[in-house]
């Protein structure tokens, strides 16, 4: 698809318009009116691309737009490829995000002029049912940044409760460097945080029942307990910390060599928490590591 050239005159034009629009948002909501107007077999496609993109966190992937909106593959690439050009959006490994705060306000003052509750609740909404359906079994990094927000904004208590708990949702947060997110999930779910930490325990709990003496299950759990102890460590929740890294030695010393690598490197941890506590002098109190 080709631009369509500008006479001289249509040019002037343009150019009188695009000085007269003082805000950059105002000539963002410009840009789209004329690319709507040269391309209108692009309009429905512009208004779901950008409307979902804008109640997004992070942006959406393209396979994850072509499934909300229903646009043919071949009009959603041409759509964003215009949108790319004009630097309203930006196109990462497939990744699609507005590209400055600016057009935020624009899809706003062109799409939601004055959006209630109902208008954010509504995309929001589409949104987690995506997020929801490819979280299963596993949560990936991508609904690990975008589901839990997502329910925090709707105020959904429960499902944000329950997907917090989930330990694979812990592991992908922390590693991607979103701490600071979970902390601010537990705060608004739970001023005190700490009934919430204690839920990490209840869950990993239930999944070692789970694993019926299976050795290699267990020690899969076991990692998961030795993972959520360090996070919680990190994070400073020490007294909540230190039963899930005792059972990540327990369990190590039960299926695996009680002298090789892996039951150290779990005292190790233990006694890195233990040096970290008031009660660093009894470090593992029933393991002895210095003679």
Not at 154 to 172: A, F, G
Not at 244 to 256: S, V
Not at 274 to 283: A, K, P, T
Request: proline fraction near 3%; charge should be negative.
């Amino acid at each position: 698809m080709s631009c369509p050239s500008m006479s001289s005159d249509e040019l002037n034009q343009t150019i009188n318009i695009i000085c007269e629009r003082q805000e950059l948002s105002d000539l963002v909501v410009h840009i789209l009116e004329e690319l709507e107007s040269h391309y209108p077999e692009l309009g429905s496609a512009l208004f779901y691309i950008l409307q979902i993109v804008h109640w997004s966190r992070n942006g959406l992937l393209l396979s994850e737009l072509e499934e909300l909106t229903s646009v043919p593959l071949s009009t959603l690439l041409i759509a964003v490829h215009e949108l790319e050009r004009r630097q309203i959006v930006k196109d990462v490994c497939g990744l699609v995000y507005l590209s400055h705060e600016q057009m935020q306000d624009a899809v706003q003052m062109k799409y939601c002029v004055q959006p209630d509750i109902n208008h954010v609740f509504e995309w929001s909404k589409i949104l987690v049912g995506l997020f929801v359906d490819t979280s299963r079994p596993y949560f990936g990094c991508r609904c690990a940044e975008e589901l839990p927000w997502l329910l925090k904004r709707l105020e959904l208590r429960n499902e944000l409760t329950e997907v917090i708990l989930d330990i694979n949702l812990l592991v992908q947060l922390y590693a991607s460097g979103n701490s600071s997110d979970l902390v601010s999930y537990w705060l608004f779910l739970d001023p005190s945080k700490k009934d919430i930490v204690r839920q990490y325990e209840v869950t990993l709990r239930k999944m070692e029942d789970e694993c019926n003496d299976d050795q290699s299950a267990l020690l899969q759990v076991a990692s998961l307990y030795n993972f959520a102890g360090q996070i919680l460590r990190e994070l400073g929740f020490l007294e909540e910390a230190l039963p899930l890294l005792q059972r990540n030695l327990e369990l190590g010393e039960a299926c695996l060599d009680p002298d090789g690598p892996e039951v150290a490197t779990a005292m190790y941890e233990l006694a890195l928490l233990y040096s970290l506590s008031d009660r660093g002098r009894y470090v593992l109190k029933q393991h002895t590591l210095w003679q």
